[in-house]
Nanobody, 130 residues
Framework: HAQLVESGGGSVQTGGSLRLSCAVS????????MAWIRQAPGQMREWGEG??????????KYSDSVKVRFTAFKDSAKNTLYLQMNSLKPEDSGVYYC?????????????????????WGQGTQVTVSS
């Protein structure tokens, strides 16, 4: 049984920072690809935007919308994935999902990335006010 549990969301002002965590347990602790996906307010979950994807070898891809501002990293000893978010903007608001898939390398980051990942958590809300 695979489980991902996100935490760390909250409300910040423009320019602030947050660090999200994703605790991974079960069958996907050695997932081939881990990702952070954002669902904007009012957006269907299937249209969650792929923000960051980390392959098993550590290769990391970022979407243009978060490149430079966001950093993703894994602590393998703790089976935890993190997303450090700096210089937050109101358009960064949304529900952030940690997602995983096994057996395949990371796909391209797309506006509708979530369907490419069979495992995801319950999400954590991030709200950035102007």
């Amino acid at each position: 049984h695979a489980q991902l549990v996100e935490s760390g969301g909250g409300s910040v002002q423009t320019g602030g920072s947050l660090r999200l965590s994703c605790a991974v347990s079960g069958d996907i602790t050695t997932a081939n690809c881990m990702a952070w996906i954002r669902q904007a307010p009012g957006q269907m979950r299937e249209w969650g935007e792929g923000l960051v994807a980390i392959d098993q070898d550590g290769t990391t891809k970022y979407s243009d919308s978060v490149k430079v501002r966001f950093t993703a990293f894994k602590d393998s000893a703790k089976n935890t994935l993190y997303l450090q978010m700096n210089s937050l903007k109101p358009e960064d608001s949304g529900v952030y999902y940690c997602a995983a898939r096994a057996g395949y390398a990371c796909p391209d980051l797309l506006p509708d990335s979530l369907p490419y990942f069979p495992f995801w958590g319950q999400g954590t809300q991030v709200t950035v006010s102007s």
